[in-house]
Each structure stands twice: as C-alpha cells, then as structure tokens.
C-alpha cells in the first residue's frame, strides 16, 4: 500500500509561481512513477505530467515550458513547481503513483493522494 499526501497548494496571482509537493509512503519510492493530475470544477481529471523511476519526464502540452516535475528518492518526494500559472491552471492537484510506468493516463495510476486546491486569480 502506498499513501500519498499533497502540500503547498494556495491562491496565487496570474503570472505568479508555487510548488505543490507529494510526500510517499512506500520503501520503494525509488522504483515508482509519479504523476500530477488536475481537476476542475465540472470537469475530468486531467494529465499533468508524469516522472519515471528513470527521471524521464512527460508534460501535458498546456504547462510544458511552465511545470517542472522532480522527485527526491532519498526523501521520497516529488514536487512540481509552477511558473507563470494563468487562471485556467485553477483545480485541485492529485499526486499519483504506481509501481510500474504503464502510461500518462488517470487509468494508469493506482494510487492516488486526496489532491489539492490551486486557485490563480486573474
């Protein structure tokens, strides 16, 4: 079983930066993909981006240049700091993770934080 908590979310300025943080339970951390998702209000939960247990990195095309995913293996965390947030980045945040990379959709993940709220007002 892996549990996974959020932190550092908030209201931010458009233009403005934050960086959203997933702590993991787990002795294997080094071995999982970890994922952001995002969900708006009436919508679907959406793909962010994903890092591997290789530091390969995939980004949605609307935060590529913008998001930057890392993690800390010794530390089992990740992060995803957020440059330039516009208001339509506004959602609450999911951190994810499986034990395997199976691909960049919400299906792919089988566990899952409570997420949380970034509001960037404009």
């Known amino acids: 079983q892996v549990q996974l908590v959020e932190s550092g979310g908030g209201l931010v300025q458009a233009g403005g930066s934050l960086t959203l943080s997933c702590a993991a339970s787990g002795r294997t951390f080094n071995s999982y993909t970890m994922g952001w998702f995002r969900q708006a209000p009436g919508k679907e939960r959406e793909f962010v981006g994903v890092?591997?247990?290789?530091?390969?990195?995939y980004y949605a095309d609307s935060v590529k240049g913008r998001f930057t995913i890392t993690r800390d293996n010794a530390k089992s965390t990740m992060s995803l700091q957020m440059n330039s947030l516009k208001p339509e980045d506004t959602a609450n945040y999911y951190c994810a993770a499986d034990t395997a990379f199976r691909g960049l959709s919400k299906e792919s993940f089988e566990y899952w934080g409570q997420g949380i709220q970034v509001t960037v007002s404009s």
């Open positions: 890092i591997t247990w290789r530091y390969i990195t």
